[in-house]
């Protein structure tokens, strides 16, 4: 079965400073992953995906993530914090075993910058 | 930019009502979804739809739940006798095509069974 995992319930960093969350997955075949983030009382944004190519994909607002085969990782990485950053994020993969191709998400991580 | 739109943004019903979220998804997409969120936590499958059929459904979806296309712009979420555990976010969401494209999700309606 397809599955992403966020060791991460929460990621506190002083802003100004990089940030990391974490998403490691399990998947049969090539992955489809994606990062999504949700702002309070909003919905899910899309923020990057990683099909093919490069190994480092980069998305909106400054954010990049690192696929890493070897390792099953798809971290979500900026070089310098903002406040406006907190939010919950998500990775997720595409279920290619899924007549639909529907969305997995990780149970989320909580990103605080702190001022 | 086109975007997924939802309605109502905020539903409270009594237990054991009706409840149809709506949904107009992007226009030339095909494939849509309706995921829920309890409490701000994780994002759970509920049903896919292609081509005026549900492709799939996960166990939450019971006899309780159901999908429609009615005229071919919107896609309603039916929940026929509401529980209070059906308390949550309620997501819809639509894909152009195949699977290396991104979802394109709503801001939800919040269901407040009471």
């Known amino acids: 079965a397809q599955s992403v995992a966020q060791p991460e319930d929460q990621v506190n960093v002083a802003e100004g400073n990089p940030l990391t969350v974490k998403c490691t997955y399990s998947v049969s075949g090539n992955p489809y992953l994606f990062w999504y983030v949700q702002y309070p009382n909003r919905g899910l944004q899309f923020l990057l995906k990683y099909i093919t190519g490069d190994n480092l994909v980069k998305g909106s607002y400054g954010f990049e993530a690192e696929f890493n085969k070897s390792q099953t990782s798809f971290h979500l990485k900026k070089p310098s914090a903002l406040v406006s950053d907190s939010a919950l994020y998500f990775c997720a993969v595409r279920d290619r075993q899924s007549s639909a191709s529907k969305i997995i998400f990780g149970s989320g991580t909580r990103l605080s910058i702190r001022p | 930019e086109p975007e997924v739109t939802q309605t109502p943004s905020h539903q409270v019903t009594q237990m054991g009502q009706e409840v149809i979220l709506r949904c107009v998804p992007i226009?030339?997409?095909?494939?849509f979804y309706w995921y829920r969120q309890i409490l701000g936590q994780k994002v759970e499958f509920l049903v896919s739809f292609y081509n005026n059929e549900i492709s799939e459904k996960s166990e939450i979806f019971d006899d309780q739940f159901s999908v429609e296309r009615p005229d071919g712009s919107n896609f309603t979420l039916k929940i026929r006798s509401t529980k209070l555990e059906d308390s949550a976010m309620y997501f819809c969401?639509?894909?152009?095509?195949?699977?290396?494209?991104?979802?394109?999700f709503g801001q939800g309606t919040r269901l407040t069974v009471v």
């Open positions: 969401a639509s894909v152009s095509r195949g699977i290396d494209t991104e979802a394109f």
């Open positions: 226009s030339n997409h095909l494939y």
